[in-house]
């Protein structure tokens, strides 16, 4: 089955600074790669996605990248917000099961 | 209804009790998905629903772990005779497409087995 790894399992950024989250993947045949943000005691909220045939996608301050031949993909966000922290989980999938990352805990230092 | 809800948020059961949770996906929604995630872990697929034709449930622990989507809306798990380590958040998710594009999640239950 697909193994998913995240990196790092904890970052803490300036109020302003940019955070990068990285991920890797082993199933070549994964097609489609969402970002979940968790605040404490919520569900995972759908942030962004990527699709196997696009290499970049940017909403406001939120962007992910994905290298198919490496098989990795980053999420970066820009200007960050206290509102921000939380944890952060990548995922990928070649059909209808997603495997998860063990997550990133994100702080924002104001 | 706006968003994935589940019911109950926490559920308490004594060890060797059955439970049941509920999940209310988005309306529309034909796909729905049940995830179990421990304390500081990612969520773990449990099983696929597809209307109300159950596709995939590989994830399932074991056999004490029951899930039905009948009308192919509302979605129940079931849990029969719980151990300690089915304390976990239990989550929902949705999706409008058939292969689980744009999953929406719900808030969750969280069992916890004394």
Redo the contacts between chains.
């Keep these: 089955g697909e193994n998913v790894e ?1 990196h790092p399992s904890t970052l803490s950024v300036q109020e302003g600074d940019s955070a990068v989250i990285k991920c890797t993947y082993s199933d070549s045949a994964s097609n ?1 790669f ?1 970002w ?1 943000k968790q605040e404490l ?6 942030i962004i ?1 990527i ?1 196997s045939n696009v290499g970049e996608k940017k909403d406001q301050r939120i962007a992910v990248t994905l290298n198919k031949t490496a098989k990795h993909f980053s999420l970066h966000i820009t200007e960050t917000q206290p509102e921000d922290s939380a944890v952060y ?1 990548c ?1 990928a ?1 070649t ?9 990133t805990s994100l702080t924002v230092i104001p | 209804g706006a968003g ?1 809800s ?1 019911s109950p948020r926490y559920k308490v059961a004594k060890r060797g009790q059955d439970v049941a949770l509920r999940c209310d996906p988005i309306s529309g929604h034909v ?1 729905l ?1 049940w ?1 179990q995630q421990a304390l ?6 449990l099983t ?1 629903f ?1 209307n109300e034709a159950q ?2 449930k ?2 399932l622990p074991s056999d004490r772990f029951f899930a039905e989507r009948p009308e192919g809306s509302v979605s129940t798990l079931k849990i029969q005779r719980t151990q300690q380590e089915d304390s976990a958040v239990y ?1 929902c998710a949705s999706s409008d497409s058939g ?10 239950t969280r069992l916890t087995v004394v």
């Excluded at chain 1, 005691?41 to 759908?46: E, F, M, N």
């Excluded at chain 1, 059909?95 to 997550?103: A, K, L, S, V």
């Excluded at chain 2, 500081?40 to 697929?45: A, L, N, R, V, W």
């Excluded at chain 2, 292969?99 to 969750?108: D, L, M, N």
Aim: hydrophobic share 25%.
């Design positions: 995240q489609y969402p979940y005691g919520k569900g995972p909220q759908l996605d699709r989980f995922a999938t059909g209808n099961q997603f495997y998860f990352g063990t997550g | 994935v589940q796909s998905f995830y500081g872990q990612g969520p773990e697929f696929y597809q596709l995939d590989s994830g989550l292969q689980g594009f744009s999953a929406f999640f719900g808030q969750g």
